[in-house]
């Protein structure tokens, strides 16, 4: 078997005998065996080595920084602190690997959520299975929307319309017939057929497939916002060592002394940790999602999400269950009730898995029609698509002939209608629709000429969870649209039923509007849009983005990848095609609007953590930094050494990881990236802090009459505890003791480093010890101002937000 060779110029007969295989597929038990001898169908993805990798963490302007500290500390002989940066850089490397090692689990994951599947025949039956699972002489089933998981040869069907952009670069789909070869990863865009896999894996043409989860490297807007604080601290931190720097020289001090400090001092106000806190923050989040059945392709869509003020939402199988049941049927032309259906089954196919062929084929059971429809072939199938809005077969028995259904106007149109059955027809599709029924026209040829034989009405009733999941939402401060193309009667029924509200409008009085201001209007207003084609959903999105709203757009079809790329946050439906998945930001695993209110709640939780963190950082750096500074530049005095610098930020950086897993508080409103309000806040939390450590250097020199290594001892443990509680203010936006609670992860986190920085200077390790009697005072001196800080923090916050 000349697997990945090119079939190009070989036979459809030629290929299936040389691959093993027929148009009946392989056994489950020959596939196994070809899937041990071919192996999966995907790309080995390059690993980079693990050791590799983590000695990269010691490679990089930081690290250096760090590392020429220590060298610098060994040159001068101050071992204690030569090993201690050590440990530092170790701490730094170890976390960080560890932390990307679980991010990069957790994108792993996520592919496999979003792997691709495919239609196969096996054991003689139609199964749908993972298409890494796809082995060579597979046959497969290839519909409008699929991006092709193998190379292949289409051996039956008319044609396929293939978009092969993203591997070649052609801009225009490519027509392709019987004979023909398809590429893995290319997108079908119209049309269905059947074909055999002729290379899976290494061995496909262009050796690669679409990856439809991006990497947790990916930076968001509001990471890019997070990464220009972690700038301004970098370069107020220099500026502010620059100046100790230059005043150590004018003093005469040890070059090299004041180097290494100022170096340390640069490394302990640089965030280090912000890479790692971000990553785990974005991936915990992610993983939390999909656990709620929600998978984001892309980690910074999480973002996106918390900020959305409206959601677009499909009507079909997210509103309502997608379970068609076909209604009374309504014949003309002299047909009865029992042909309509019986036409309308042979416009049908079972195998497409399409919910509107499957009510009708089900209502065949109804009307005794399953023995008579046996006697009937389908000589030839064309599938529905969005340009000719129906389906149409051509069918054997005694004689030829087609039979078609699709939109009863279209039909209508086909049939070449008269005014007078127009009306009828018209009047017949409105009263159905007044009653919630979706219409389906039926129609055949006879003698060369199509009739409208009748009308099917489908009826698809809302999902019992939706009006409690569109009020949940709702209270998440979004605005929930209803998008169909169903009838206005229909979308007004459903709306009604669901309540959304009754001002449902039609594309037709939107696109009458000719003025922007009056389209926009029209949308913003709108509970819902009836009569809508996927490609009017871009419009729609275009037209809310422009009043200012954040804008989540649900679609499942290939024609909606438009609209959820434009929007603010794409979400692809459960059962949406392959290239609406590609285009989505979120995937939903599970029908129904529940599953997306969960996930606006859990990217508001990973929104808040991460503002969390950012106030906190500014705050630490605000407030070691000036007050290093300014006690350096006013009394002549190092406050604190290097090697507690060093110390200080082992400590600080080791817990914060958890903020990752700490609880809290669902916003009940749309959350955006507030600079103003985080930098006034970071800045007065972090300058109350620098007025607290004065205090207490006073305290030490003026009350305690302690010695200058006491105070930097006293000094340095109060650092390390206050820092430390900040996080517990900065996590709130109320008091500190209102709930919900710090998970136990971060408490005990930041507990424990307290405790091991008490012992430290209560037993004079590395430092000069100052017992348990100043250690505690310090303790309650923090937890006194660390409730004098959170009632800052309270009113602040309470008049920038009444603002």
Avoid at 39 to 51: A, H, L, M, R, T
Avoid at 171 to 185: M, N, Q, T, W, Y
Avoid at 543 to 548: E, F, V, Y
Avoid at 593 to 600: E, G, N, R
């Amino acid at each position: 078997m000349a697997v990945g060779k090119d079939y190009k110029h070989v036979s459809v007969d030629e290929v299936l005998k040389e691959l093993g295989t027929s148009k009946n597929g392989l056994s489950s038990n020959e596939a196994k065996r070809r899937l041990e001898k071919y192996g999966p169908n995907e790309i080995p993805e390059k690993k980079v080595n693990p050791v590799i990798k983590f000695l990269s963490y010691f490679w990089g302007p930081i690290p250096w920084m760090i590392e020429l500290a220590a060298v610098l500390s060994a040159i001068i002989r101050h071992w204690a602190d030569f090993w201690i940066i050590m440990t530092l850089l170790a701490l730094n490397g170890i976390v960080g690997f560890w932390e990307e090692h679980k991010a990069e689990n957790v994108i792993e994951y996520l592919k496999q959520k979003m792997a691709l599947k495919a239609r196969v025949l096996r054991d003689g039956q139609w199964k749908v299975i993972p298409a890494r699972e796809l082995v060579p002489g597979d046959i497969i089933r290839l519909r409008m929307g699929d991006i092709i998981p193998a190379d292949v040869k289409l051996i039956d069907g008319e044609y396929l319309l293939v978009d092969e952009s993203a591997l070649t670069g052609e801009s225009l789909p490519v027509e392709k017939k019987i004979g023909d070869i398809a590429f893995s990863g290319s997108l079908v865009k119209k049309g269905e057929m059947t074909a055999v896999v002729t290379g899976t894996g290494l061995n496909t043409y262009f050796g690669k497939t679409v990856q439809l989860v991006e990497s947790a490297k990916t930076v968001s807007s509001f990471q890019k916002m997070v990464i220009k604080v972690g700038d301004y601290l970098i370069i107020l931190a220099l500026l502010l060592v620059s100046v100790v720097f230059l005043v150590a020289i004018h003093r005469h001090e040890s070059l090299i002394e004041a180097l290494r400090f100022s170096l340390v001092l640069t490394v302990a106000a640089i965030p280090a940790a912000m890479p790692a806190v971000l990553s785990i923050t974005m991936a915990i989040g992610a993983l939390n999602l999909a656990k709620k059945q929600a998978v984001v392709t892309k980690l910074v869509s999480i973002e996106e999400l918390a900020g959305v003020d409206v959601l677009c939402s499909d009507k079909t199988g997210t509103l309502t269950k997608n379970e068609l049941t076909v209604g009374d049927p309504v014949p003309f032309n002299g047909y009865k009730k029992e042909e309509v259906v019986f036409y309308g089954a042979l416009a049908s196919r079972e195998e497409d898995n399409d919910p509107i062929d499957l009510a009708i084929l089900r209502a065949l059971d109804r009307f005794k029609l399953r023995d008579a429809i046996s006697k009937f072939k389908q000589i030839h199938f064309t599938p529905f698509d969005p340009v000719i809005k129906r389906t149409e077969a051509e069918i054997s028995n005694d004689e030829k002939f087609k039979v078609a259904k699709g939109a009863p106007q279209v039909i209508l149109d086909l049939c070449k209608a008269d005014e007078r059955l127009r009306e009828e027809a018209t009047k017949v599709v409105d009263e159905l629709a007044g009653e919630g029924y979706r219409a389906l026209g039926v129609a055949r040829t006879r003698d060369g000429r199509w009739e409208f034989v009748g009308i099917i009405p489908l009826f698809d009733p809302p999902r019992d969870d939706a009006p409690k999941a569109i009020n949940a939402i709702r209270r998440l401060g979004v605005n929930v649209k209803m998008v169909t193309g169903d009838h206005i009667a229909i979308a007004r029924h459903i709306a009604k039923i669901l309540g959304l509200g009754t001002r449902i409008v039609s594309m037709t009085e939107l696109l009458k509007a000719k003025r922007d201001s009056d389209v926009e209007r029209l949308v913003e207003e709108a509970d819902g849009f009836s009569e809508v084609y996927p490609e009017h959903k871009f419009r729609i999105v275009d037209a809310l983005q422009r009043t200012g709203h954040m804008v989540a757009m649900t679609g499942d079809g290939v024609n909606d990848a438009p609209a959820l790329k434009k929007a603010n946050c794409g979400i692809a439906v459960s059962g949406a095609t392959d290239a609406a998945r590609a285009a989505a930001d979120v995937v939903l695993l599970q029908p129904g609007l529940s599953v997306i209110a969960h996930a606006i709640e859990e990217a508001r939780r990973i929104f808040q953590r991460m503002e969390s963190y950012v106030v906190y950082r500014i705050t630490e750096t605000i407030r070691v930094l000036f007050f290093v500074t300014f006690a350096i530049l006013v009394f002549n005095f190092y406050p604190i050494t290097a090697i507690m610098i060093v110390l200080l930020a082992l400590f600080n950086d080791a817990p914060i990881l958890a903020i990752a897993y700490d609880n809290v508080v669902t916003p009940r409103k749309p959350v955006r990236w507030n600079m103003y309000k985080v930098l006034v806040l970071s800045t007065l939390l972090g300058f109350v802090g620098v007025i607290s450590s004065f205090l207490l250097f006073y305290i030490a020199e003026r009350v305690l009459f302690l010695s200058r290594p006491e105070i930097q001892s006293f000094v340095f443990l109060k650092l390390a505890v206050a820092g430390h509680l900040t996080i517990f203010v900065t996590r709130a936006r109320g008091h500190l003791w209102e709930k919900p609670y710090p998970s136990g992860l971060l408490f005990w986190s930041a507990v424990i480093t307290k405790v091991l920085a008490t012992l430290i200077v209560v037993y004079g390790i590395f430092v000069t010890p100052i017992g348990w009697k100043l250690s505690l005072l310090i303790w309650g001196y923090a937890l006194a101002w660390m409730l004098a800080l959170d009632e800052a923090k309270v009113i602040v916050l309470r008049r920038m937000e009444g603002l």
